[in-house]
């Protein structure tokens, strides 16, 4: 099955990397999401959630406050200004690898 890998970075530090299935996310042009074999995208993101569905496991909340969004051959990089990483129940955590 194809799937993307994600990095999530925020200015100061790493945030989540991993196998998803799917990134939705805020661009300064509206919502986009991303199934693997998207075409390449280069954007702007919003302030806003990021939803993560990894390969394995529950899916992921990130709140970010801009930055930039890529994707390119299934690669899912995220730059952001800050980032904060949400487990199921809402709660803020650590970045985890």
Same mark, same amino acid.
């Given at each position: ?10 200015? *100061? %530090?790493?945030?989540?990397? #991993? /196998? ?16 693997? #074999? %998207? ?6 993101? /919003? ?26 051959? *299934? ?10 990483? %949400? *487990? /199921? ?9």
């Amino acid at each position: 099955m194809a799937q993307l890998e994600v990095e999530i970075v925020a200015a *100061d %530090h790493f945030v989540w990397s #991993g /196998a998803a299935k799917m990134v939705k996310g805020r661009t300064s042009d509206g919502e986009i999401g991303i199934l693997p #074999g %998207h075409a390449p995208v280069l954007a702007i993101l /919003a302030e806003g959630d990021l939803a993560i569905e990894p390969v394995d496991g529950a899916r992921i909340s990130v709140s970010v406050d801009g930055g930039f969004f890529s994707v390119d051959s *299934d690669r899912v990089v995220i730059v952001a200004d800050n980032a904060q990483l %949400h *487990d /199921a129940a809402g709660s803020a955590s650590a970045g985890i690898r």
